[in-house]
């Protein structure tokens, strides 16, 4: 499209995945365990956004992504040591609770206030892009509610690919049942995207971005607000490990044919 | 041509680069980013390469964050409190002022260690003072601890929190950036003056061939060079294949630290700050340590250093073995493992020094040679030898001088000489000489050396060549038949598998029982404890020079010390590596016994790479 | 008194799929537990006729329907107008969908219009002490919370096979037509779907066992070769003699950008656990997996676990699965396969 889409990625911080989670109860409400402690890392769909939202903008002339996150400030900005060297945005920091436990319309209301607070955002050019699901809350709600908000009716979740027509339109693929694809086709901006996974791999990390990201994120992160999101309606009876523990028949001895027959018979059975 | 291939290496320019985000790197940009502004918040220098605006300091860290280093701290933490006036354990997770201090001499109840004859004496007179206050579960307390030895004053920390928070206060100042998950491959040194650094190709397959992802590693060019990256960083080591070692020098003394975070069952008592050191299990030559952190979490771990000559040395079996030790047990019994990680100990310590300075470039930290191996000291020492460079450079910048050979020396040369990390160090130079000889010998070598300051010391065999190992057959002699020995090796060879594990067992090792929270096998702590991960797109940084040399090896130590038990024994090539879990602890190289050249260099090449642990707590 | 709405969107011929028929169970439940609680069905499609009738028999005090060309697209501007205008006509407190990929997508939104909240992912729901509780998971499977609503309307998207499917009589039955105002120009447009390549293996929720293929079949094998080009025929045999589903490690499916060996049908498609699908199937049998937390999560919607594996101590297994055959995959499944060639 002629003059380039506005691009506004939401995208959240949530426990490096490798790590160990356990619930613990926080001041107010659950809460992780040494969940400060625990590396962060940009939620994985969300980071998909990320990488396709800035290829779409290299392939549109004019574009530009801003990059909307909200989570604890110094955690945020540890984050951006590894992702800004990734792709180029301008950063909209938030300073408050990246934890799942949360009201997902709460956060989608602090969110949704920033996205308008960003001057000269074009709203008839927004591409409203993120995860469809986060791997903290993994509710697949904020973002709705974000579009709701913003009032964008033309929402689109669990995307592979979006893609620009010869007249401009877009095009959208999305996961529905089946393993299969859903083909719409949009007319024109605005829209709300929830990404799957896509087809990009992870940009290499470019120190030259990371540089030119530096000026403007460190700015973001000092000029963050402080907002707070809470359970809103929410009562937690309980948070708990799942009982895993299965007492687990080891069969050592078994030759290949013995096991086989069997595995057969519980397939068949 | 290969299209790929074809695409340009951009560079760009700084005015510092710093290779490596550790506690040098934290002391260096502490002390430098206080500096840079004025009072009315402006910049104190200007950059040369982007005139107009200040001075630009990029730090590269080849670990996916800046928390996932790897270290057992207790230290004095004395350049730490001076560079940070306002330092308050309570902002660090994990960090406790150290309370109680014991030293132990561990007795083998299980009867399956390598005890010398000296030693099983001793430990029969010592058996029979069981009676005594000092004596409890196999253990004699030291009732004296020499003062070399004490950390009063200091601090139990988790290296990776600590960093953590540096990092955080650094990059929060705005004055500095540091840049996790990228590895620096190499400095760029033209006509011996080192010009910056290149970074490592991302885009490329195993072997570093493109693929269609390809971006040729940048090049980032600096008027200085701090090189910060440890012990085995691949910066460092260019530079000394280079320039040489002074005369004198060599690095040939190593150990590998292994150690676990441990969640301490609830009703364990023990009070946060409280630290153990101990010697005489699970072997003689391995020393270990217990750090109570804050909030019932303990820090345990051993080293296995190189003079330990079994070659299917190994260090996770034998820090399951140290913590099942009676003493120990007590308290980690019904534990879980909450992370676990290992490194590379330059434990040449000062003899080790490489040449501090060169035009362009710098040394702290360990891989400076600043680790004191009297007082098993290197995180404050490292962060010292940071501070003090962050020192001289500003005068330098307040002198306008350039960073060559002759100013470095002059302004952080001398100023290190004259430091507390060079007096102790020149104590320590020689202080485990002894245990070239005996373990017995290298204990009255620490004694005397660190009780007569450095003067008087037990003299070994010390040496720059690379220390000769006996076989397996000649290891176990006495203990297991050498036609035995060589059917295990031979049947673990086929397999791929270390040998370590059914060479201990037939030595009286008992198995351990695996419980799956504390207890695991090495794999599960990959995966449990050190979430090792390797991002695709990165070339092998372990590599076998001479594959001929590996198909024909017979002890494959690499194999045995891997702490990820990243290389296996291939029958085909002889070893394989498996980057997905590689810790990047660097002892491969080391432990390596076919030597390519007459530098001693070993047939491994362990080179910058990507990935490694993802753990915060280490 | 709570006022129950089961929402739904009906399949192409107008009738109530098995998500469907799933909620309407615990919609049942909830109505059962919960004092003086009426339960109203909501309907929205091409048809809702068929959808109807099918439900009768559960004696709901009302049936709404919207129907209509512009209801047959799965869109989110139309579904949202329709279940919004649904919702405020039965006037629910608790509103319980299935959370098939049409509802999840309007839902929430939804939920914001009507000034109400929405929980999704909701795999249990009970009553006790007059109060109605439901089951998600948190972190990617990792913990499990009960939670209750203070505030009304109460949107709960429930997963697809919690519940057992509701079964009851079923009539021609009549619906109150709901009118729904539709903008004059709708600005997206679904112009159909796109199947997975042929033959390409996928996770089909609808089969009895997932399988699923670890890491250990493209690494080197006890001879020192890696041996892809035996695994895939071996794992492909098996899927196609028993139609299951196909899931694997996030590294079986990043490892092609390493260079390294992989299997080339494996895609993101299939990836489950940590960062993919946890899907729900009857049985599933693990293979050549080796993964502690969080790396096993993807199967823990699965019923019964076998697992075939070398190492006796495998985290994927211990304490996780049923059954751990301790031996080599390769050998295992190519006799199996031939088992199952023979049985046919």
């Keep these: 499209m002629s003059g380039g889409y506005h691009i506004v990625v939401c995208g959240g911080i949530v426990p490096d995945p490798l790590q160990t989670l356990e619930p613990a109860v926080g001041p107010t409400g659950p809460a992780l365990r040494n969940e400060m402690m625990l590396p962060a890392v940009l939620d994985p769909w969300a980071g998909h956004a990320l990488f396709e939202a800035a290829n779409l903008a290299k392939s549109q002339p004019g574009s530009k992504v801003w990059w909307v996150s909200m989570g604890p400030k110094a ?86 690919e979006v893609s620009v027509q010869e007249d401009g339109s877009l095009k959208l693929l999305e996961r529905v049942e089946g393993g299969k694809h859903q083909i719409s086709v949009c007319t024109a901006p605005p829209i709300v995207v929830g990404w799957a996974t896509g087809k990009l791999p992870e940009p290499p990390n470019n120190p030259q971005i990371g540089m030119m990201n530096m000026r403007t994120v460190m700015p973001a992160l000092q000029r963050a607000k402080a907002v707070q999101v809470g359970t809103g309606s929410l009562n937690f009876v ?11 028949r080891i069969v050592k001895d078994a030759t290949v044919e013995e096991i086989a027959q069997e595995i057969v018979e519980w397939i068949k059975d | 041509m290969n299209p790929v291939t ?57 670990a996916d964050d800046i928390a996932f280093g790897v270290s057992g701290v207790a230290t004095r933490a004395r350049g730490i409190r001076e560079s940070l006036p306002e330092f308050n354990h309570n902002d660090i997770s994990m960090a406790a002022p150290i309370k109680h201090e014991k030293v132990l ?99 490329v397959e195993k072997d570093g061939t493109p693929t269609a992802g390809f971006m040729p590693g940048m090049d980032v060019r600096a008027a200085l060079t701090v090189v910060s990256d440890g012990p085995v960083g691949a910066v460092g080591r260019q530079l000394d294949e280079h320039f040489g070692l002074p005369e004198g020098n060599h690095q040939s003394e190593w ?16 009070e946060p700050g409280t630290i153990f050191h101990s010697m005489g299990y699970p072997e003689p030559e391995i020393f270990g340590f217990m750090y109570a952190h804050s909030e019932q979490t303990v820090s345990v771990g051993i080293f296995v250093p190189s003079w330990f000559n079994n070659p299917a040395r190994t260090s996770y079996r034998y820090l399951q073995h140290f913590m099942m030790h009676p003493y120990f047990w007590k308290y980690l019994e019904g534990g879980k493992l909450r992370s676990w990680g290992a490194k590379s100990l330059q434990e040449s310590g000062k003899r080790g020094e490489p040449f501090l300075v060169g035009d362009g470039y710098a040394r702290v930290g360990e891989g400076s040679g600043s680790t004191n191996v009297l007082s098993g000291s290197g995180v404050d020492e490292a962060w010292t030898t940071g501070r003090i460079l962050a020192e001289s450079v500003m005068e330098m910048l307040d002198q306008g001088e350039s960073f060559t050979r002759e100013n470095l020396e002059k302004r952080y040369v001398q100023r290190r000489r004259a430091s507390w990390v060079e007096q102790e160090g020149r104590v320590a130079e020689k202080s485990r000489d002894g245990f070239q000889k005996s373990f017995v010998k290298g204990l009255m070598g620490m004694a005397l050396s660190g009780f007569s300051n450095g003067r008087i010391n037990i003299s070994g065999n010390s040496h720059s060549g690379r220390q000769e190992l006996p076989s ?80 024909s090896c017979g002890d494959k130590v690499c194999v045995d010390i891997c702490s990820g038990q990243a290389i296996e024994a291939d029958p085909d090539s002889g070893v394989r590596f498996d980057r997905e879990k590689c810790v990047h602890c660097g002892a491969c190289f080391w432990n390596c016994d076919q030597i390519v050249d007459d530098s001693g260099r070993t047939n491994i090449e362990f080179r910058a790479g990507a990935g490694g642990l993802h753990s915060a707590e280490n | 008194m709570e006022k129950i709405l089961l929402l739904a969107f009906t399949e192409t011929d107008g009738t109530l799929g098995k998500p469907g028929l799933e909620v309407l169970s615990a919609a049942l439940k909830i109505r059962e537990g919960l004092a003086g609680a009426e339960l109203v069905v909501g309907l929205v499609g091409a048809k809702v006729g068929p959808a109807a009738g099918q439900i009768v028999g559960c004696s709901p005090s009302r049936i709404l329907g919207v129907e209509g060309e512009h209801f047959s697209q799965s869109r989110y501007g139309t579904d949202a107008a329709a279940a919004e205008a649904i919702c405020k006509a039965a006037e629910a407190t608790i509103i319980l969908a299935a959370g098939t990929a049409r509802a999840n997508r309007v839902l929430s939104g939804v939920a914001h219009r009507l000034q109400g909240n929405a929980d999704t992912h909701v795999c249990g729901v009970d009553v006790a002490d007059g109060a109605l509780k439901v089951t998600r998971w948190y972190y990617r499977q990792r913990m499990q919370a009960v939670l209750q609503r203070s505030s009304r309307p109460w949107v709960i998207i429930c997963d697809p096979s919690s519940f057992a499917p509701w079964t ?6 009549a619906f109150e037509a709901v009118a729904v105002p539709v903008p004059d120009s709708m600005r997206t447009t679904v112009t159909g ?10 996770i089909r929720p609808d089969t009895e066992v997932l399988f699923v293929a670890g890491a250990g079949w493209t690494k080197s094998q006890a001879d020192g070769k890696v041996k892809v080009n035996e695994a895939e025929p071996l794992i492909l045999g098996f899927l196609d003699l028993t139609k299951a589903s196909l899931g694997g490690s996030k590294s079986m499916v990043d490892l092609a950008g390493e260079g390294q060996q992989v299997l080339s049908f494996m895609t993101h498609l299939n990836q489950i656990g940590q960062t993919g699908a946890t899907p729900r199937h009857p049985k599933g049998l693990a293979t050549c997996c080796h993964g502690e937390e969080p790396h096993a999560v993807g199967w823990r919607f699965i019923n019964e676990r076998r697992a075939i594996n070398k190492d006796p101590n495998c985290g994927w297994a211990q304490g996780k699965a049923d059954v751990l055959y301790v031996e080599d995959a390769f050998a295992v499944m190519a006799r199996v396969n031939e088992l199952l060639k023979e049985s046919k």
């Design chain 2, 6 to 62: 074809e695409i340009e290496r951009q560079s760009f320019d700084v005015d510092i680069v710093c290779v490596g985000f550790g506690p040098a790197a934290g002391g260096f940009l502490t002390t430098l980013s206080r500096e840079l502004l004025n009072e009315d918040g402006t910049p104190r220098y200007e950059s040369k390469v982007m005139p107009g605006m200040p001075l630009q300091i990029s730090c590269y860290e080849r």
């Design chain 3, 193 to 202: 779907t796109q199947a997975p390549a042929s033959g390409a293996q996928t």
């Design chain 2, 255 to 270: 150990a590998v630290g292994a150690k676990m975070v441990v969640d301490l069952r609830e009703d364990v008592k023990l």
């Design chain 1, 75 to 160: 955690k945020l900005q540890q984050l951006m040591m590894s992702m800004g060297q990734k792709v180029p945005f301008e950063l909209v920091a938030l300073d408050g609770s990246a934890s799942g436990f949360t009201e997902s319309a709460e956060v989608a209301a602090a969110l949704a206030e920033a996205i308008s607070s960003i001057p000269d955002l074009d709203q008839s050019r927004l591409l409203l892009i993120g995860g469809w699901e986060s791997a903290s809350r993994g509710a697949g709600s904020t973002l709705q509610i974000v579009g709701e908000r913003l009032g964008i009716v033309d929402q689109f979740q669990g995307v592979d």
């Design chain 2, 472 to 551: 397996a057959e000649a290891y176990y002699q006495g203990k297991i038949p050498a036609e035995e020995v060589r059917k295990i090796r031979e049947d673990c060879k086929s397999r791929g598998t270390p040998s370590h594990d059914p060479l201990m067992d037939r030595a009286g090792w008992p198995q351990i029982p695996l419980d799956g929270q504390l207890l695991v096998s090495q794999q599960d702590a990959l995966l449990m404890g050190g979430k090792v991960q390797a991002a695709p797109g990165y070339a092998d940084h372990v590599v076998f020079l001479h594959p001929e040399f590996c198909e």
């Design chain 3, 168 to 173: 009851g009589s079923s009539r021609d039955d």
């Design chain 2, 105 to 203: 001499y561990l007795l083998d109840p299980i009867g399956a260690s390598r005890r010398p004859a000296s030693l099983k004496v001793a430990d029969r007179l010592l058996g029979l003072l069981k009676w005594l206050p000092f004596y409890e579960r196999d253990a004699f307390e030291l009732p004296y601890i020499p003062p070399f030895l004490r950390k009063d004053g200091g601090y139990v920390l988790s290296i990776g929190q600590f960093l953590q928070w540096v990092g955080s206060n650094l990059m929060g100042s705005g004055t500095v950036t540091i840049w996790p998950g990228t590895p620096v491959a190499s400095p760029l040194i033209e006509d011996d003056v080192v010009r910056g650094v290149r970074l490592i190709d991302q885009g």
């Design chain 1, 238 to 248: 309980s948070v708990r490990l799942p009982e895993q523990r299965r007492s687990t």
